[in-house]
């Protein structure tokens, strides 16, 4: 590209990829690392819910020969169950040495009381404060009370009385959550941060090319070479477009390479990210990254330091997230008319193709044509923007 | 070749110039000196496109800097106050990218960037990035950037202002070697040795008017003054501003 707006094009990312601080911020640190982080997460969660349901819980129990009914009970609930003796200290210190173990100590007078009908005492050893023994500990809980319940209505019976007598209320939970609902709400993040990484992408050449050139005292001379002052604008939206796909591309390509290690398949989900899901996304969230261009540069514009464009754009870099958010809330479907709100219209796409639907051609062009249509509504509005005198600020 | 007729300019209630008028012809440097405040910036940035007059006129050899705001900067070197240059760019680049503006290219721009290097002295750091450069290394490249594009006219806005001793005379040479060269030099300061040192005319302007112009020997003469000095205090009634 020649005459102004390439020539512009070309500075502003030279410099760009040239500034070490710049490089990290908008291409590493947010675009490598942002999906790596998330991925990470999701992969723990995803692994810890996965153990969760299956788990046979180890679990340890000290003066075992006092209740071998009990222990066989422990058994037969799914747990697994080791036996080692040891008093209240002996058993702190196993825990000490390993924190996620459980352990369950029949004290001394059990059997007399169990004997005697009453109430006979089980210690619980955990640490409180993992939140993997925390779980261990309620499942063991959940055994023991179990057991409890049994034998209660056993003497119950045992002396004419129904059992059911005193129940008042029995609860029936239905737990509709399943690991793989959740792991897809996790997922639905993941569209709405390859457009928040995109914008990041951009957002330090934005704030350079017009606040920062402004305060640099390089924007007054640059204003004097004999070209209309929009072009050189429209050379600074582009560059900071560029950027963005840039951006966007790392983003796609680091969640494409790190979903390859997520166990989504054990959960019947299927890690719908290959190169063509890929491509398609990059492809449909491009025309997004001349709105967030333009929409970031007119911004800047009207700041009046470095610092004022950082602190305003932080708060404008949300703006796209308030469409998406809204459908969130109202549970919106998608639809063709939505296609025309420009990044909930990506973040529905994005959605879709992850879950290997079929997309209306008709949405994707909605979706590209208004996208478009605003970035260029932008992108003019910053060469109008820049026309004012104003702009040289002071 | 510049002439300013009854330029006036406002922001909001403040009449920042008030019918100011003068002309700077070529092969002659004219000063604007004037305390700070006074409208000399105002003045150059109408001269130089980036703000509009709302009175008078002002042209640079004959073209209309309202009208034909292109053809005008296409006739002008620039530079402006705040001398900035970007700093992951070297040198070399910075003057390269104003040249590529301007419409050179290719070996022609090399040609010219090399020129300018060498004249200005700027050969040792070309090739460096400009993010620690002195302030004096700054504004050669700055001046260079103004002068890519060989214009007829310049327009520098207090060219001096924190500038050593070296770099300032090294300055002055390199005006007198433009007028030498034919060039109508405009600049401003409110340095007034500076403007004794150098200008064949001097525009004295004080509250946004043209108090006084002429000659120094011819101001003096019009003041009844011993020195530059007293001349200046005669036109603008005080010592205001003076270094």
């Given amino acids: 590209m020649t005459g102004p707006v390439g020539i512009v094009l070309g500075k502003e990312l030279r410099e760009a990829l040239r500034d070490r601080r710049t490089l990290l911020t908008s291409l590493v640190l947010g675009p490598l690392l942002g999906p790596l982080f998330f991925v990470l997460v999701l992969k723990l969660t995803l692994e810890q819910s996965v153990e969760a349901q299956d788990e046979a819980v180890p679990v340890t129990v000290a003066n075992a020969a006092a209740a071998p009914n009990f222990v066989q009970h422990l058994r037969e609930s799914g747990l697994a169950v080791t036996l080692q003796d040891g008093d209240d200290a002996t058993i702190r210190g196993w825990i000490q040495a390993a924190p996620e173990l459980v352990v369950v100590r029949i004290t001394e007078a059990y059997a007399e009381r169990f004997q005697a009908a009453a109430p006979a005492v089980v210690m619980v050893y955990a640490d409180g404060s993992r939140a993997r023994a925390e779980r261990r500990a309620r499942r063991v809980q959940e055994a023991i009370n179990r057991w409890s319940a049994v034998i209660g209505g056993l003497r119950l019976q045992a002396r004419g009385v129904s059992p059911a007598l005193v129940q008042a209320v029995v609860i029936d939970t239905v737990d509709v959550s399943t690991p793989s609902a959740r792991a897809a709400l996790l997922l639905g993040i993941l569209s709405y941060l390859i457009l928040l990484l995109t914008l990041v992408g951009g957002l330090y050449l934005a704030i350079d090319a017009t606040a920062g050139e402004r305060e640099r005292g390089s924007l007054e001379a640059l204003l004097t070479v004999p070209a209309p002052r929009e072009r050189l604008i429209y050379g600074k939206v582009l560059a900071a477009a560029t950027m963005m796909a840039l951006a966007l591309a790392l983003v796609t390509l680091t969640i494409m390479a790190a979903l390859r290690f997520m166990p989504l398949e054990s959960l019947g989900m299927s890690a719908n990210f290959g190169p063509a899901v890929a491509g398609s996304v990059f492809a449909v969230t491009l025309p997004f990254a001349l709105v967030g261009a333009g929409l970031l540069t007119v911004v800047a514009s009207f700041t009046r330091s470095y610092t004022e464009a950082q602190s305003w754009l932080g708060v404008v870099m949300l703006v796209p997230t308030v469409p998406i958010a809204i459908a969130g809330v109202l549970a919106v479907k998608p639809a063709a008319a939505l296609m025309l709100v420009p990044s909930l219209s990506q973040h529905l796409i994005i959605q879709g193709l992850m879950r290997g639907e079929e997309l209306p051609v008709v949405w994707l062009a909605l979706s590209a044509g208004s996208t478009l249509a605003l970035g260029l509504a932008l992108t003019w509005l910053a060469g109008r923007l820049y026309r004012r005198e104003a702009i040289l600020g002071g | ?243």
């Avoid at chain 2, 920042?16 to 070529?26: K, L, N, Q």
């Avoid at chain 2, 053809?71 to 992951?88: D, E, T």
């Avoid at chain 2, 620690?132 to 060219?159: C, M, T, W, Y």
Wanted: with cysteine.
């Fill in chain 2, 1 to 243: 070749m510049i002439r300013v007729t009854g330029l006036g300019r406002c922001f909001g209630a403040i009449r920042a110039i008030d019918g100011v008028s003068f002309e700077a012809g070529d092969g002659r440097i004219t000063g604007l000196l004037g305390p700070n405040g006074a409208g000399k910036s105002t003045t150059l940035r109408v001269l130089y496109t980036v703000l509009r007059p709302d009175a008078g006129s002002a042209s640079v050899d004959g073209i209309d800097v309202v009208a034909e705001p292109l053809a005008a900067r296409r006739a002008i070197g620039v530079l402006p106050h705040a001398a900035g240059i970007y700093p992951q760019l070297t040198a070399r680049e910075n003057i390269a990218y104003f040249g590529r503006l301007h419409g050179l290219a290719g070996a022609a721009l090399n040609e010219r960037v090399a020129q300018l290097v060498a004249a200005l002295e700027i050969d040792e750091f070309a090739d460096r990035r400009a993010r620690g450069f002195s302030q004096g290394q700054r504004v050669k490249v700055a001046l260079a950037r103004a002068l890519i594009h060989a214009p007829r006219n310049l327009l520098l806005d207090e060219p001096s202002n924190g500038l050593d001793v070296m770099a300032t005379r090294s300055l002055r040479e390199l005006i007198r070697g433009l007028r030498a060269a034919g060039h109508c030099v405009l600049f401003s300061s409110h340095v007034m040795q500076e403007v004794a040192a150098l200008c064949d005319d001097i525009v004295i302007i004080d509250h946004g008017r043209v108090v006084a112009a002429g000659t120094p020997v011819g101001l003096q003469r019009h003041f009844g003054a011993a020195t530059l000095e007293d001349a200046f205090v005669a036109a603008i009634g005080d010592a205001r501003g003076l270094e």
